[in-house]
């Protein structure tokens, strides 16, 4: 028999208000039809949660649906005080469902329920009717009783088939039991049991918050000598194998070449060899963790190195338990010299062995420099690779140098004038001079060229005056060089003194260039400003304001701390013994101090658990932490060497962080690919942010961002960007020198290099931002026209009230404002972000772009693809801006009806308006503001019954006003 049913689709919902205390919400659905009151599962702690269940509802009177209304209402679920709160609801009426095939997915902003209700977002539901045949559905519920079993159990899955005989004789009270796993709330028991439908779960891109088990945390101590209490202990041994003395010769030839094995279980590490030496000298480190661990006896054995088979000198062989503890500020241990015993440790041999065996921590100074055990297969010239290290970026300091003029200039050709430009080149800048306009032996330029430099300066200024002769060919006129280090720093806009250099021109005998002469002379303005902050990153995500000059400094406001302590379920990056694998290093930046920890090798769960601090002078400035796969095992620094493999970053803005509180947190690795965003795993850190002085931090908010000389002489948009590209060149070049390099893909992505490139993906996003800054104002208009239509009575007689209280109390207008948002932020209180900020997929439209649109985006610059895709992406790019150009259009339009109201452009239009005015003002003369006030404000909120679907006149009067559209070509 074919029964009509009502289908809701509970899809999802998005940007939910904040209800349990800590930023965030767990969500549930309920659908209210027809007496019957179903619900979807609960979604913890997402604020947009994606549910993807269908519920069905029985219509009593199909006849009767277009009269009958669907409400669905979004909660809260409150498990610890088993309540709900109110998030939301939207009314659907019968008379807009349509049939299954009809139906479509559709977008409801959520409504409030009363006038003090705070919520926001949308939810996207699809209803439609469907008429099906049996009884084989499939219920899937949530249990809710408190003392059902079910609750422990969760999801319940039932089949329900064809009744037979035996089934139509089973005792009521299974038929009871079964009826209490469908949640019903207090309802009438419909016909038939909802349909729920659950549809694959999205992958988790949520911040998780950890309870890692860190060591002294509640501890005081001095901030700026950590005692590694963010991270979890590590205790390690130490073997620290110093140098030998009166080895025995093994040779023929009278010689011995020596090196040492450190062995402990299967674990071993080799020192280098020395060749004819007995007096090596080692000072090489060894670290083993103690969780790995495989005996309690630790040998070390001294061996001659030989072409077959190498010959044993000697060893020594200490018991774990009786090696001592050393914890940091404790004194490094004293090394040792060790008689070598032979292999049944009954008697003492030739030579002796200088070491020192420890157990310590992480917080060891040895720890940075020791060969670690899980390390042992990597060769020595990749042992550099994967140890932690501190860099320091370069001092950078932006060079000024302003071209005024030149003086008797010699060109070749003296029937010609000439057209003379001056070249600068820094390093692997180059800039130049526009073509004088004085075609004369005395040009005349007067224009600035900037330049980023680094401290120390290794580069020199090199000016080459040049004459264009033709396309392509230039005649160099003069040269000079000029030292960095003899240029004035200045650090305000205090004027610099010129000075006039001397070109000199190689002359050419013989086609080789034997000698200079003196050529003319160049006027120059040349200084070294330190009054700006060079900026090397994104200016979103700046780590450092700061200017360059140390003179300008303010003190530091606070210090921040960050334990990087391990990751989880990290992808495979690379192919090992026909296995994937992961060699996993996380690098952090704040200022110019950059970290970066060791690597550990073949794991899918690192633990690090290093920890890093950074005084801190700006609260609004942000970390980045990026993890890493290290391709450089083997060694190899060339060009071709193997790139390191990005796998996600995380930012954190300081000033979204509580003082002197530590989050511990699982920070999900989201990586944007061309096959779209995929989470590569997740990175768990520990933060804290403390503060000095807190008035002086909170006397930061009143200073500006940038330094004094970004206002007072700024810098062009276009400068900034060439500047900022020179700069992370710059940076990405002396990194990439340092032992071990820290290369160049990897400042690269931590600086967001790429950021200005075009996307269409950040496009997107960045209009759904502008939207959603703009939807309280549209939900402010839509609740003023609902009280101007009484759509609610009481709360439009409560609003009728208030506004006559302020129309006859007009003080009481901005008291009641400020006090209102005093109040607001008062409740939000409540739901503020407990958790730091992190990547979000939703907001940053990465879960949503097409495949071409990912292509576009991963493309080279200039476009490596063909003609016609690259035809097609300029069409798509012009319709898109066509949609921004109307929308800019339509906003001049509307400024320009508003000039033309009193411009005589249309002469009747501006005659109606000053006559308008004139007649305003007599009015407004002779009769008390508050009447004025309170007769507009009434008619403004009259009862529908006096309105008129036309428009009124003012906006037919506006709409009519010529604009210079008519203009346009």
């Not at 422990?152 to 089973?170: C, I, W, Y």
Request: net charge positive.
């Amino acid at each position: 028999m074919s029964r009509l049913k009502l289908a809701v689709e509970i899809i999802s919902a998005h940007n939910l208000m904040p209800k349990d205390g800590q930023g965030s919400a767990s969500a549930y659905a309920e659908v209210d039809y027809a007496g019957q009151k179903f619900r979807t599962s609960t979604k913890e702690k997402d604020l947009s949660p994606v549910w993807n269940e269908k519920l069905a509802f029985t219509i009593p009177d199909p006849s009767n649906l277009p009269n009958q209304m669907v409400d669905v209402y979004v909660y809260h679920d409150n498990k610890s005080s088993q309540s709900k709160n109110f998030l939301g609801k939207v009314r659907v009426y019968g008379s807009s469902v349509v049939s299954e095939k009809e139906a479509a997915v559709q977008h409801f902003p959520l409504e409030k329920r009363g006038i003090f209700s705070n919520i926001r977002g949308d939810i996207t539901l699809k209803i439609y009717t469907v008429n099906e045949t049996g009884d084989d559905f499939i219920k899937v519920e949530k249990a809710k009783e408190e003392k059902s079993p079910a609750v422990e159990m969760g999801t319940r899955v039932f089949h329900h088939l064809p009744k037979t005989a035996k089934q139509d004789s089973k005792p009521a009270e299974v038929e009871k039991s079964e009826a209490k796993v469908v949640h019903m709330y207090n309802a009438p028991q419909p016909t038939q049991a909802p349909q729920v439908f659950h549809a694959p779960q999205p992958e988790d891109y949520t911040l998780k918050e950890t309870s890692p088990h860190l060591g002294n945390i509640g501890m005081r101590r001095d901030k700026l000598n950590s005692t590694y209490d963010l991270v979890e202990r590590m205790q390690y041994l130490y073997v620290r194998v110093v140098k030998a003395r009166d080895l025995p010769t093994m040779d023929i030839t009278g010689s011995c070449d020596p090196y040492v094995e450190v062995k402990i279980g299967n674990y071993k590490g080799v020192t280098k060899h020395f060749e004819k030496e007995k007096n090596p000298e080692w000072n090489q480190i060894f670290a083993f963790s103690k969780e790995r661990l495989q005996s309690t006896l630790l040998e070390v054995v001294v061996k001659d190195k030989d072409l077959v088979k190498d010959d044993f000198i000697g060893r020594l062989i200490f018991d774990l338990h009786e090696i001592p503890m050393r914890v940091p500020p404790d004194s490094p241990l004293a090394p040792q010299w060790y008689r070598l015993e032979d292999k049944k440790a009954e008697t003492k041999v030739k030579g002796e062995l200088m070491l020192a065996v420890w157990m310590g921590t992480q917080a060891d100074e040895a720890f940075p420099e020791a060969w670690h055990s899980d390390a042992a297969a990597v060769q020595s010239d990749g042992v550099a690779h994967i140890r932690s290290k501190v860099y320091l970026s370069p001092k950078l300091w932006y060079v000024r140098v302003n071209v005024i003029e030149a003086q008797d200039l010699q060109p070749s050709d003296k029937g010609r004038f000439p057209e003379v430009y001056v070249k600068v080149q820094l390093g692997n800048q180059i800039l130049k001079t526009r073509v004088s306009q004085q075609k004369t032996a005395n040009p005349l330029w007067n224009e600035d060229l900037l330049f980023v430099a680094a401290e120390p300066f290794e580069e020199h200024l090199v000016l080459t005056v040049e004459d264009r002769q033709g396309p392509n060919k230039d005649e160099v006129m003069g040269m000079t060089i000029i030292q960095l280090s003899s240029i004035l720093k200045r650090f305000d806009h205090r004027s610099v003194h010129t000075k006039w250099y001397n070109l000199e021109k190689h002359a050419v005998v013989d086609g080789e260039k034997k000698e200079s002469k003196f050529a003319s002379r160049i006027h120059l303005r040349v200084c070294l400003d330190g009054g700006y902050h060079v900026l090397d990153e994104s200016t979103h995500y700046s780590s450092d304001l700061r200017p360059t000059s140390k003179q300008l400094w303010k003190n530091a406001i606070g210090v921040l701390e960050v334990g990087v302590l391990s990751a989880q379920n990290l992808l495979p990056m690379k192919a090992k013994d026909g296995r994937g694998t992961t060699d996993t290093y996380c690098v952090a930046k704040y200022g110019s101090k950059w970290v970066r920890t060791r690597t550990i090798l073949d794991s899918l769960n690192p633990k690090w658990n290093e920890q890093y601090t950074w005084e801190v002078h700006d609260p609004c400035t942000v970390i980045t932490v990026g993890v890493f796969d290290n391709n450089h095992l083997q060694g190899g620094n060339g060009e071709k060497a193997t790139r390191d493999a990005q796998i996600g970053k995380v930012r954190i803005r300081l000033s979204t962080l509580e003082t002197d509180r530590v989050y511990t947190h699982s920070y999900p690795l989201l990586v944007l690919q061309p096959s779209g965003v995929k989470k590569m795993g997740e990175l768990q850190l520990a933060v804290r942010f403390s503060c000095s002085s807190l008035m002086n931090m909170m006397c930061m908010y009143s200073r500006p961002l940038l330094p004094k000389m970004h206002y007072t002489h700024p810098l062009s948009v276009t400068q900034l960007d060439t500047l900022r590209y020179q700069a992370i060149n710059v940076v990405a070049l002396r990194l990439s020198r340092a032992e071990p390099p820290l290369r160049r893909e990897v400042v690269e992505y931590m600086v967001d290099s790429n950021s200005h490139m075009w996307s269409i993906r950040r496009s997107k996003a960045n209009f759904f931002r502008i939207i959603s800054l703009l939807s309280p104002f549209i939900a402010i208009s839509k609740w003023f026209a609902d009280v101007c239509n009484w759509k609610n009575p009481i709360t439009t007689g409560l609003v009728h009230i208030l506004f006559l209280i302020l129309i006859w109390y007009p003080e009481l207008i901005l008291p009641t404002i400020f006090l209102y948002m005093f109040l607001i932020g008062i409740w939000n209180f409540r739901f503020r972000s407990r958790l730091p900020p992190h990547m979000d997929t939703r907001l940053s439209h990465a879960d949503s772009m097409q495949p071409d649109e990912l292509d576009e985006e991963f493309d080279t610059f200039p476009s490596s693809r063909s003609a016609d895709v690259v035809k097609m992406r300029y069409d798509r790019l012009r319709s898109v801006a066509g949609r921004i150009q109307t929308v800019v259009g339509d906003m001049a339009t509307q400024g320009e009806r508003l000039q033309s109201l009193l411009n005589w452009r249309d002469p009747r239009a501006t005659t109606i308006f000053i006559s308008f005015c004139l007649v305003a003002a007599v009015v407004l003369y002779v009769t008390p503001f508050q009447v004025i006030a309170v007769l507009a404000g009434l008619y403004q909120m009259r009862h529908p019954k006096f309105r008129y679907r036309l428009p009124s006149v003012p906006v037919n009067y506006f709409r009519r006003l010529p604009a210079r559209t008519d203009s346009m070509l």
